[in-house]
């Protein structure tokens, strides 16, 4: 989880630098992942280095020295072995150990078998038992059969076989042997493991008190030894993976944006191009000069911005063009950039006229005019209409609702009053 930090950051600058994201939200972005990867970090050192203040004597399984770090106030770190002394049992105790162990192993090595005469379910063969840590080594005469952990191999016949069973108890320097002759029958061992552990868990908490402040989980279940264990929530990893989605997701939310202010730029532009022409149209019957009239039109808007009227698009582009003009631009260059800003057929169209009517030195541009502007009003009233059926589409529902309402207001009395 330590690398997912990185990982985003890296992520998260690549996207910053292609445009898909602000600076603000990069480094909001940037700070999570910061507090993920540290909290990362923190979790493995904690993971690694578990603060110790004693060792538990040591038995004879676990005889021998444990490798510890231990470090100073001052920072000084060292690695040392240290020797825990063993739990020396008393002899008379280690005795009774061992035949209190073994007079235990009768009822805890079946399992769930009912007895020794038909073993089908694996055995519990423990390696500890009893008050003081007694050693169990197991054997059988029959390890094709049975292995060394209980456990019954495929092949065994349906008649059965004979095992001989052997149980080798010691603690400290005595022993005690333990044999019994057991007959072992194909296994019926299945996915009952997981109900076993289960029922194991619930029997072994059933008797507790409600002062209880712990819930204890079986060391072993059906014959089988259990090692438990909990996979810890990396809270750092979490952050650094939220950092990378909320990343990933204001480029989705920046590109839909983008695409409704695209969609509704152009709507803009084809509601304004039917007026645009008009003017054009009106100006240019007056005598007036393209250059001069593109001049007239960007001054009035400018006048309208003045008075608190909103920024039009395609205004802005005629505004532009009448800059470049000024700016030496030459005339054709300036309405080619009006129709590339505009960006959408209609206007590449009227640049491509306008520039036209400049080489021709204005012949035959009044006919074509009127032509575009009346299809230009003629789309506008169909794209009306579309919108005006697209609105009715939408009432449908809360009209129908409506019905509903009143037909219950009607119907409702009249079933009450039958």
């Known amino acids: 989880m330590v690398f997912i930090a990185p990982a985003a950051a890296a992520v998260l600058m690549i996207l910053y630098r292609r445009g898909h994201m602000e600076r603000k939200l990069l480094l909001i972005l940037l700070a999570l992942d910061l ?29 021998g020295s444990i ?46 078998n009912a007895s020794f005469d038909r073993v089908e379910w694996n055995l519990n063969l423990p390696d500890e038992l009893g008050e003081a840590p007694v050693q169990i080594e197991w054997y059988t005469d029959q390890p094709d ?43 019926r061992e299945t996915e009952q493991i997981r109900e076993e552990i289960l ?7 059933k008797n507790a008190s409600k002062e209880e402040t712990v819930y204890r989980l079986p060391e072993e279940a059906a014959g089988r ?47 304004d191009y039917p007026e645009l022409l008009s003017k054009i149209q009106l100006y240019l019957s007056t005598g007036l000069g393209m250059r001069t009239i593109f001049k007239r039109i960007s001054g009035e808007y ?6 608190g009227s909103p920024r039009r698009h395609a205004y802005e582009a005629v505004g532009r063009a009448v800059h470049q003009m000024e700016s030496g631009v030459t005339e054709l260059e300036a309405y080619d950039e009006f129709g590339k800003m505009c960006g959408i057929p209609c206007y590449r169209g009227l640049a491509l006229l306008l520039a036209q009517n400049l080489k021709k030195g204005g012949a035959g541009i009044m006919p074509q005019l009127e032509r575009e502007v009346q299809e230009s009003f003629e789309t506008r009233k169909r794209r009306a209409r579309a919108e ?10 809360p009209m129908a609702m409506m019905l509903m309402v009143v037909m219950g207001l009607i119907l409702i009395p009249a079933f009450l009053s039958i």
């Open 67 to 112: 490798t510890l770090d231990v470090e100073t106030d001052a920072g000084e770190q060292y690695a040392l072995d240290i020797d825990a002394p063993e739990q020396i049992w008393p002899e008379a105790d280690v005795h009774r150990f061992l035949q209190t162990a073994a007079g235990e192993l009768e009822a805890v090595v079946l399992g769930n």
């Open 35 to 63: 507090i993920g990867g540290s909290l990362s970090v923190k979790e493995l050192i904690a993971e690694d280095h578990q603060t110790i203040t004693e060792l538990p004597m040591n038995t004879l399984e676990e005889a």
């Open 199 to 205: 029922y194991q868990s619930r029997e072994l908490n």
């Open 302 to 307: 400018q006048a309208r911005i003045q008075n």
């Open 388 to 397: 005006g059926e697209k609105t009715t589409v939408r009432l449908l529902l």
């Open 225 to 271: 030894k259990l090692s438990w264990s909990r996979t810890e929530e990396s809270g750092g990893g979490i952050l650094s993976v939220l950092a990378l989605i909320g990343g990933c997701l204001s480029v989705m939310a920046g590109r839909e944006r983008a695409e409704k202010e695209r969609a509704a730029r152009q709507e803009e532009l084809l509601k």
């Open 145 to 187: 059969f049975l292995d060394f952990d209980g456990i019954i191999l495929p092949g065994v016949p349906e008649k059965g076989v004979e095992v001989n069973l052997t149980a080798e108890l010691s603690l400290q320097d005595q022993t005690e042997t333990w044999q019994r002759k057991i007959t072992v029958f194909p296994t």
